[in-house]
């Protein structure tokens, strides 16, 4: 469907969604969706919109199928190949950092109908009907998101990084050159006042600027740089990061202590999970509130898919329980086959 035949599902309360997602994380997608559905209100209707250029349509038919039984949920897909061919993106998709990823940001110039609109990453977990979100006051910002605990505690520290081998402190002045770090944002969660973001910027800038600057997190590097004072901090309830590793687990102790304590009471009424680092849920399941991933992700037509991968990456497994308990953990103790006894 092209942008200029794009409107609205619904004509009252509608709340669009988006998520952005090649196929191969299709099924990711589609937990987040279980769970957004999970906590949806009758007196809502949930515009979901998946852009994409490569979901398979088998895939595209299971996700569909997700959404059919409640007449207040829409799912559609958007290609967002005719806007694509105006901008040139050639160099910014990379293995670690797929094109998607800047999906998110272009949202609001690819779907032009709307005042409004809530991104939310494929390695998000809603708790909460996000509609209680949707309708916050920004204040006349031109968007909403919540600060980053794991940032805030590297630069609390000045932890070096090993990709670029710069300080926090460094890579924030020479970067960033932005005025108050303590008030970065994570991007996992962003809603966006569609009609204010595009007065302010236009989609060749933002284009422009991720191609200038060699940004670690790339889009959400980018929105801070470009939208400081332009930000209003939401409640820690709706992106709360979770440690995967050690080292976002030090950022997180390290972080200034109202930080910590707003964290720690998000988690006590938690509106979506982010397992922003790696190695994320479905590879490993004992990361922290991994059950709750799970209990969600076995209630998805994609369980198949995902257990199926979870094995492939069993090196990647090996490695966090090495690191985790210091020393080979068993993790995948299969039955003995007990025929070639008989």
Same mark, same amino acid.
């Given at each position: ?73 829409s799912l559609r897909f958007y290609n967002p190949g005719g806007f694509l061919a105006r901008v040139d993106v050639s160099s910014l998709g990379t293995e670690k950092f797929p094109l998607e990823l800047y999906y998110r940001v272009l949202a609001p110039y690819m779907l032009g109908c709307y005042e409004r609109l809530l991104t939310v990453d ?64 994570? &991007?996992?969660?962003?809603? =966006? ?9 236009? %989609?060749?800038? $933002?284009?422009? +600027? ?105 090196? &990647?497994?090996?490695?966090? =329980? ?9 993790? %995948?103790?299969? $039955?003995?086959? +007990?025929?070639?006894?008989?």
């Amino acid at each position: 469907m092209r942008a200029e035949e794009w409107f609205p599902a619904f004509e009252r309360n509608n709340i669009p969604i988006v998520l952005a997602s090649s196929n191969y994380y299709a099924p990711y997608a589609g937990v987040v969706i279980r769970s957004l559905i999970d906590h949806a209100s009758d007196e809502n209707n949930y515009d979901i919109i998946i852009i994409e250029r490569d979901i398979s349509n088998p895939n595209k038919r299971i996700l569909l199928q997700m959404a059919a039984r409640r007449k207040n949920i829409s799912l559609r897909f958007y290609n967002p190949g005719g806007f694509l061919a105006r901008v040139d993106v050639s160099s910014l998709g990379t293995e670690k950092f797929p094109l998607e990823l800047y999906y998110r940001v272009l949202a609001p110039y690819m779907l032009g109908c709307y005042e409004r609109l809530l991104t939310v990453d494929a390695d998000m977990l809603v708790k909460r009907d996000i509609a209680r979100l949707f309708w916050t006051d920004l204040e006349g910002a031109c968007i909403g998101a919540v600060p980053d605990i794991f940032w805030q505690g590297f630069y609390e520290v000045n932890y070096v990084f090993a990709v670029n081998n710069m300080s926090a402190r460094e890579y924030c002045e020479q970067v960033l050159g932005i005025r108050d770090p303590m008030n970065y944002v994570s &991007t996992g969660l962003v809603l =966006y006042d569609c009609d204010k973001y595009r007065s302010e910027l236009d %989609w060749q800038t $933002v284009i422009s +600027v991720a191609k200038s600057k060699p940004f670690m997190w790339l889009d959400q590097c980018e929105l801070n740089v470009l939208l400081e004072g332009k930000i209003k901090f939401l409640d820690p309830l709706w992106n709360i990061e979770i440690p995967t590793n050690a080292r976002s687990q030090y950022a997180v102790d390290s972080a200034p202590i109202r930080s910590r304590q707003a964290y720690a009471n998000a988690l006590e009424r938690p509106g979506l999970l982010h397992w922003a680092g790696i190695p994320k849920p479905w590879v490993c399941p004992d990361v922290q509130y991994g059950e709750e991933w799970w209990e969600t992700a076995m209630r998805t037509p994609f369980t198949g898919h995902i257990i199926a991968r979870m094995f492939d990456a069993l090196q &990647t497994r090996r490695e966090y =329980y090495r690191n985790k308990y210091g020393k080979e953990v068993a993790v %995948w103790n299969p $039955v003995p086959d +007990v025929t070639r006894e008989m």
